[in-house]
């Protein structure tokens, strides 16, 4: 059964967005390595899935009927931590042990270390195929939930997503819905610099997608394009959140230098009071643990 | 024949061993068919297991599965990258996938899924592989899995299985859905002979003795196991009395019964349609360099690519056939 958790209201899915980035960047600080630019552009959608879409029990993260989430860019992983421990899968002191020696918090998701993880993730290409699975089983064995995916743009690159797009459009899943986390960056450069996709939508529509473009940082669009999915019987659904990259932090956005690198804890602190629109000397870190 | 020790080995074959006639007249059955044969018992048998094909469904007769279980058979087209680790994702939903392919597509192409979705999360997923060694002889080097030994043994969490029969690939068939865990299944795709009889007492995890001899050892897997056989006849011939270990399950391997062969016949020999480089014989290596170092030769595809031709003549051109064994066991037993 799910957890008797009351969806929240947009205006409280803004706030929690908030709080998860400022998790996001106290974590990265904290470990002082991490991907704070992906896991900040795709702070929103999380929200939006873990606060008021999925069906969910975070007492019972093994719960077979449960909505199913996997986050293919997994080097976005804090983001997925901060909303699971905000969600109560786990207390939320494990988050600044991001990337430690004996972390329940892996510098990538694994399944096996962290409570509500449901799918190992960190090889990019891999986690549509995985959904793909997972969305097969439900439908073979009758069951209603529903499977998310976070892809990445640049992930796009990897043919095997592709593939998986192929098949999800051959078995008519509608109880899949991938979101393509469209930030234009990827490690290297802009994604059109190092390999543009050219008409991305339309590519989805091909392999026989029902397409929607959202403005992945509007919570009223984010809200209403996730409790749509899979309305179209047969077609598995696509979601282009178009985001920005650092999203939240003045410094980070559109930076393709912030996608894997931690701030120093000045840095940290301008990101804070970024987040929280508000002035430098009224944030401050949860770090003690900063630096030790 | 009962002096000559052999176990499990069915009478016919050892009356053809001891005609030197095996490998003439003792086809037999490819082990991919044997495989198939197998999953329709487990179809029935068990409501979770699942196929899923990659455009070889035919090859392997796994269109037999289809047409028995319909909804449980998926055809991903040539895609083997999405058909694994979809196979993860089902089994992260109590699914048994058997995600069915050649052995160079399904380790090479898809090593990365292989690697990061199935084994490190360590799924139960079932990798079953064709074409294994240089079994698929005529069609050349592109298709045969001469490395998937190696590469399977390097990952962690793995479980790496290959019957050298018909009936032993049925046992190894039903033994992966029983395994917690990924297994990976090898076949051949060229006929191999029908060894043994149904006593043979199959657990993965063991090397079995299937011939006494107390000179050296021959340990062999897959289509191997065959060409041992007829290498210890020869030798037999030659006076020479010599162990003959099917070792089915290349991790976790078998090391008590591997060094007990080590200690009784101070000699060893592996033989393998593997690359020479990782495979059977180097794990065996590894496990005597550091518990009971003896002479020690190995059989296998010499660290390059084959070419087409008929199997039996590939292994007589590459250095792998009966004869070559028995003349490897001569080189160990004489640096005794």
Same mark, same amino acid.
């Given at each position: 059964?799910?957890d008797t958790f009351?969806?929240l ?23 002082q390595?991490?991907h ?8 929103d959608?999380?929200?939006a ?8 029990n975070?007492?019972?993260?093994a719960w077979?009927d449960r909505d ?19 969600r109560?899968y786990?207390?939320?002191a494990h988050?600044?042990t991001?990337?430690?020696?004996g972390s329940?918090?892996?510098g990538?998701?694994?399944?096996r270390k962290?409570p509500?993880?449901d ?6 290409g891999?986690?549509l ?5 997972m969305?097969?089983s439900?439908?073979l064995?009758?069951?209603?939930y529903?499977v998310w995916v976070v ?5 796009t690159?990897?043919g095997?997503?592709w593939e998986?797009?192929?098949a999800?459009?051959k078995w008519?899943?509608?109880?899949l819905?991938v979101?393509i986390?469209?930030?234009r960056l990827?490690?290297?450069a802009?994604?059109?610099?190092v390999?543009?996709?050219g008409a991305l939508?339309?590519k989805?529509r091909?392999?026989g997608?029902?397409?929607?473009d959202?403005?992945?940082h509007?919570m009223d669009?984010?809200?209403q394009?996730l409790?749509t999915?899979?309305a179209r ?6 979601l282009i959140?178009h985001?920005?990259?650092?999203k939240g ?5 559109d ?17 804070l009071?970024?987040i ?9 870190l949860f ?6 | ?14 009356r053809?061993l ?9 086809p ?13 018992v487990?179809?029935e048998?068990?409501?979770n297991?699942?196929v !899923?094909n990659? %455009?070889?469904?035919k090859?392997?007769?796994?269109t037999a599965?289809a047409a028995?279980f ?7 087209g ?8 979809a196979?993860?994702?089902?089994a992260t939903?109590g699914l048994?996938?058997?995600?069915t392919?050649y052995?160079?597509f ?5 090593l990365?899924q ?10 139960n997923v ?11 002889g ?12 190696? !590469?399977?043994?390097a990952?962690?969490n793995a ?5 050298? %029969?018909?009936?032993?690939t ?9 395994w ?6 090898s076949f051949t795709?060229d006929?191999v002979?029908?060894l ?8 993965i995890?063991?090397a079995v003795?299937?011939? %006494?001899?107390?000179?050296?050892t021959i ?5 191997m ?7 210890a006849e020869m030798?037999?011939?030659?006076g020479?009395?010599?162990r003959v ?7 976790? !391997? ?10 009784e016949t101070?000699?060893?020999?592996t ?5 020479i ?11 005597l360099?550091?518990h ?15 070419e087409s031709?008929p199997?039996? %003549? ?12 028995a003349a490897?066991v001569?080189?160990a037993?004489?640096?005794?």
């Amino acid at each position: 059964m799910p957890d008797t958790f009351k969806p929240l209201t947009v205006p409280e899915l803004e706030a929690m967005a908030v709080r998860i980035r400022c998790d996001i960047i106290e974590m990265v600080t904290t470990a002082q390595a991490g991907h704070p630019g992906g896991s900040l552009s795709a702070a929103d959608v999380v929200t939006a899935l873990y606060f008021r879409v999925m069906r969910i029990n975070p007492q019972n993260p093994a719960w077979p009927d449960r909505d199913r989430f996997i986050l293919s860019k997994g080097h976005a992983c804090p983001v997925w931590y901060s909303a699971l421990a905000e969600r109560g899968y786990f207390a939320i002191a494990h988050l600044s042990t991001l990337r430690q020696l004996g972390s329940i918090l892996q510098g990538h998701p694994d399944m096996r270390k962290t409570p509500g993880i449901d799918m190992t993730a960190g090889s990019l290409g891999q986690g549509l195929s995985a959904g793909l699975g997972m969305a097969l089983s439900a439908k073979l064995r009758g069951k209603d939930y529903h499977v998310w995916v976070v892809v990445g743009d640049g992930e796009t690159q990897e043919g095997s997503v592709w593939e998986a797009a192929m098949a999800a459009s051959k078995w008519n899943l509608d109880n899949l819905t991938v979101i393509i986390d469209r930030n234009r960056l990827q490690n290297d450069a802009c994604v059109k610099d190092v390999m543009p996709l050219g008409a991305l939508a339309d590519k989805w529509r091909a392999f026989g997608w029902h397409v929607v473009d959202i403005d992945g940082h509007a919570m009223d669009q984010v809200v209403q394009a996730l409790e749509t999915a899979g309305a179209r019987k047969g077609l598995p659904t696509c979601l282009i959140a178009h985001t920005v990259k650092g999203k939240g932090v003045s410094y980070m956005e559109d930076v393709a230098d912030w996608h894997g690198k931690a701030p120093c804890e000045a840095e940290a602190l301008r990101a804070l009071a970024d987040i929280l629109s508000c002035d430098l000397e009224d944030v401050e870190l949860f770090g003690e643990t900063v630096d030790g | 024949m009962v002096e000559l020790g052999y176990h499990y080995i069915r009478s016919e074959v050892v009356r053809l061993l001891e005609a030197g006639a095996l490998l003439e007249e003792g086809p037999g059955e490819a082990t991919r068919y044997a495989y198939a044969e197998a999953l329709l018992v487990l179809g029935e048998r068990n409501p979770n297991v699942v196929v !899923l094909n990659a %455009d070889v469904a035919k090859s392997v007769n796994t269109t037999a599965f289809a047409a028995a279980f319909p909804e449980r058979e998926f055809n991903f087209g040539i895609a083997e990258q999405n058909m694994v680790a979809a196979a993860a994702g089902m089994a992260t939903t109590g699914l048994i996938p058997y995600a069915t392919s050649y052995a160079v597509f399904l380790t090479m192409r898809a090593l990365d899924q292989v690697r990061n979705s199935v084994h490190y999360p360590r799924l139960n997923v079932k990798l079953a592989s064709s074409h294994g060694g240089i079994t698929p002889g005529p069609d050349g080097p592109t298709h045969q899995g001469h490395e998937d030994l190696s !590469l399977m043994r390097a990952i962690a969490n793995a479980t790496v299985v290959a019957g050298a %029969d018909a009936w032993t690939t049925k046992l190894a068939t039903w033994a992966a859905a029983e395994w917690d865990g990924p297994v990976y299944l090898s076949f051949t795709r060229d006929p191999v002979p029908d060894l043994y009889t149904e006593s043979y007492p199959f657990r993965i995890g063991d090397a079995v003795v299937i011939r %006494d001899g107390v000179d050296a050892t021959i340990v062999a897997i897959r289509d191997m196991v065959a060409q041992a056989l007829v290498a210890a006849e020869m030798l037999a011939q030659e006076g020479l009395s010599v162990r003959v270990i099917d070792c089915h399950t290349l991790k976790p !391997l078998d090391t008590a019964t591997l060094l007990q062969a080590a200690e009784e016949t101070g000699a060893l020999v592996t033989a393998e349609s593997n690359t020479i480089l990782g495979g059977l014989g180097g794990a065996v290596a590894e496990i005597l360099v550091e518990h009971h170092p003896v002479p020690m030769q190995r059989i296998g595809l010499r660290d390059t690519f084959a070419e087409s031709g008929p199997y039996l %003549d590939l292994l007589e051109k590459y250095g792998m056939s009966a004869r070559h064994i028995a003349a490897a066991v001569q080189q160990a037993i004489a640096r005794k």
